[in-house]
């Protein structure tokens, strides 16, 4: 049981460069999400999806989409990458339907230059 | 909306010393609260929780008490370690957010001297 895998850990975009960040998991959960941390400002929640094939705008979604082709899978695209999306990205999933508690991978550090 | 305050960091403290994290909160209705702690490099984990007014969380020797009151959720420690060095997060899920979606604070970074 991996519980929530991220790929990759690491990365360094140029600015105008697309790449896509990859959000598995096997545990069966409902609920996935999408998070950039910053320094001094916590998480915010870039994307969601409450299900296969449904998907869900969070507090900052502007440059980014998603796709949830897939119940274990959980897709973050950036099309056209800036310099102010140099951040730590954080993939995290809940079963729904009464459980709670958000499950997190180990984090994507991505570089824009 | 909802939103989540954190005392400002970083902290740091020497081993064995007493830790309080503060935490306010301000949301509609009856917000369920966490606390989720980072260890360097890794994800979030979550420490402990509270659903209802006056619960009290636990987890190793961390507690927060639910004080509906003063809307807070502050997190201590009688003793803490080196290993208890991370950033720690406190987290609100309400009703009107839907979807099961947390708020975050900022989270304090703690570091702790042998």
């Known amino acids: 049981n991996a519980g929530v895998t991220q790929t990759p850990k690491f990365r360094v975009l140029k600015t105008g460069q697309s790449m896509t960040l990859l959000c598995a998991q096997d545990?069966?959960?409902?609920?996935m999400y999408w998070y950039r941390q910053d320094p001094g400002m916590g998480l915010r929640l870039i994307h969601y999806?409450?299900?296969?094939?449904?998907?869900a705008k969070g507090e900052v979604p502007d440059g980014y989409n998603v796709s949830r082709l897939k119940k274990q899978n959980f897709l973050l695209g950036l099309e056209s990458a800036a310099p102010s999306q140099t951040s730590v990205y954080f993939c995290?999933?809940?079963?729904?339907?009464?459980?709670?508690?958000?499950?997190f991978g180990p984090g994507t550090r991505l570089t824009v230059t | 909306g909802d939103s989540v305050t954190q005392m400002e960091g970083p902290v740091t403290l020497s081993e064995e010393a007493f830790l309080t994290i503060n935490c306010t909160y301000t949301a509609t209705g009856y917000p369920s609260l966490f606390w989720y702690v980072q260890y360097p490099g890794e994800g979030l984990q979550l420490l402990l929780k509270?659903?209802?007014?006056?619960d009290k969380g636990s987890n190793k020797g961390f507690e927060a008490t639910y004080r509906k009151e003063t809307t807070s959720f502050h997190l201590e420690k009688g003793s803490v370690q080196v290993s208890d060095s991370a950033v720690y997060f406190c987290a609100l899920r309400s009703s009107s957010q839907g979807a099961q979606k947390l708020v975050f604070g900022q989270g304090t970074r703690l570091t702790i001297n042998p």
């Open positions: 509270a659903t209802k007014a006056d």
């Open positions: 995290a999933s809940t079963p729904g339907h009464g459980g709670f508690e958000q499950y």
């Open positions: 999806s409450v299900g296969e094939g449904t998907t």
């Open positions: 545990m069966n959960h409902e609920y």
